[in-house]
């Protein structure tokens, strides 16, 4: 190739950096096909994906049972918006209601969108039942949040890079440590006018942190005894990523061949986006028992496209997914053997420090600074090596592959990780 011919991959980086804002500082890598657990680029050259679209695509690239629901539904009917009924929405409701065990569902689009919708849902719940004072209502929620881009959703995150220059921010949120059920217990007691407490089962975007064993249930109790509404943000960790269909469904492990997706730690609102759609379609959800949902009347809440019959097709193939594939026992068993294989090669390693995380959401911790660039360039030579990953955080790797993944797929990529990780090593 000359110097002034450029690569496909180069000249697709070209247009995204002269014509789309600078949002996201992507891999340098432009996938063109996907199918299964594997990705391909424009130069046809295969990677094992293991990000997932940050866990969208759990059911696998371009599932031909999602892809054809989709088709079929999007040559019949594509969207009404809510001004009338359509007759798959009503199917759709029912279905993913009875799936996760609630009486009611409202329909979005993203993740982000569901979550202001909990926020809206969970303050008039405070007004309107609790009897908290007019715009007095606090939310509590954790540091190190992930929850989306909105300015209300910034306005209690405290990433900085996230937040700068995005002011005023939204009040009334109140923010405590996260895996600290003192904190929790102290922030309840010393506010009456709390509303909620908003929780990742699993921190994803923070680096896959995991909460000491019992922590959900005890904040729930907690939050049961102070009258404060528990709500799961489980748009990464739902829909069978951690090795359940949900994380917050202690009781359901996926020894148990009948997992009914009834959780032990029932939230009080749960909130499903990514992978409710396998990834081909923005489709998220609110769900929540009558006595709140109610709070919401014609008006007070909607979306142009949030409920359209794609989506509810879409998302009802998904879901049938996840149960005929036994998706969440795939992600327990795997996850169990990928973070074994990894442990063994964490014990003479000095680049990797360890690993962690459920089902099939882990990440390793590279040991460099935050500021290294050391992560970044592991994933540069994964890339090389055929598997794609990036840093959360500077010296975090987040590995999600999809949930439709072989034993011996998973063996293939842990020896891709391994020897990519033997170069680095000092
Ligand atoms: C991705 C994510 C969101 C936001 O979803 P979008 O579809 O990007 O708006 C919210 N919460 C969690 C935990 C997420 O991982």
């Known amino acids: 190739m000359s110097v002034t011919q450029k690569s496909l991959s180069q000249q697709a980086i070209d247009l995204e950096n002269k014509y789309g804002a600078h949002n996201y500082h992507p891999l340098p890598v432009v996938l063109s096909k996907g199918e299964g657990v594997y990705v391909w680029d424009v130069e046809g050259k295969k990677y094992y994906d293991f990000l997932s679209a940050y866990s969208a695509v759990n059911q696998g690239h371009c599932h031909p049972a999602i892809v054809n629901a989709m088709y079929e539904q999007a040559k019949t009917l594509s969207l009404t918006s809510r001004a009338f009924h359509n007759d798959m929405l009503g199917k759709y409701e029912k279905y993913a209601s009875e799936y996760f065990g609630f009486d009611k569902l409202l329909p979005m689009n993203t993740g982000a969108e569901a979550v202001e919708t909990a926020l809206k849902i969970c303050r008039r719940w405070a007004y309107e039942k609790k009897g908290i004072a007019e715009n007095e209502a606090e939310i509590i ?31 009334g949120f109140l923010k405590i440590e996260y895996d600290n059920l003192e904190a929790l217990e102290h922030t309840l007691k010393s506010n009456e006018n709390v509303a909620g407490f908003l929780v ?43 090795g359940r269909l949900l994380a917050t469904c202690g009781n359901c492990t996926c020894e148990n061949k009948n997992c009914s997706g009834v959780p032990e730690v029932k939230p009080d609102i749960l909130i499903l986006g ?125 590995f999600a592959p999809p949930l439709v993944m072989t034993e011996n797929e998973l063996l293939e990529c842990v020896s891709i990780i391994c020897n990519t990780l033997k170069e680095f090593e000092v």
């Open 200 to 242: 990742e089962p699993i921190q994803g975007e923070a680096g896959v942190y995991v909460p000491s064993e019992g922590y959900l249930k005890e904040a729930k109790a907690l939050c049961e005894k102070h009258n404060v509404l528990f709500i799961a943000d489980e748009v990464q960790t739902g829909i069978a990523r951690t």
């Open 274 to 398: 990514k992978a409710l759609s396998g990834g081909a379609y923005p489709v998220s959800a609110v769900l929540a028992n009558d006595p709140v949902m109610n709070v919401i009347t014609p008006g007070s809440h909607g979306s142009t496209f949030g409920g359209n019959p794609i989506a509810a097709a879409v998302a009802m193939a998904a879901l049938d997914v996840v149960k005929d594939e036994q998706l969440a026992e795939n992600a327990y068993t795997l996850g169990e053997l990928f973070r074994a294989k990894m442990n063994e090669y964490i014990a003479n390693s000095t680049i990797c420090e360890l690993v962690r995380g459920k089902g099939l959401l882990n990440a390793i911790l590279i040991n460099d600074s935050e500021e290294s660039d050391t992560a970044w360039n592991i994933c540069l030579k994964l890339r090389d090596n055929g598997l794609l990953a990036k840093p959360t955080h500077g010296n975090i790797i987040r």
């Open 141 to 171: 929620v954790c540091e190190n949040n992930f929850h989306g881009r909105t300015t209300t959703i910034i306005s209690f995150s405290n990433d900085e890079v996230a937040r700068a220059n995005f002011g005023p921010y939204t009040q």
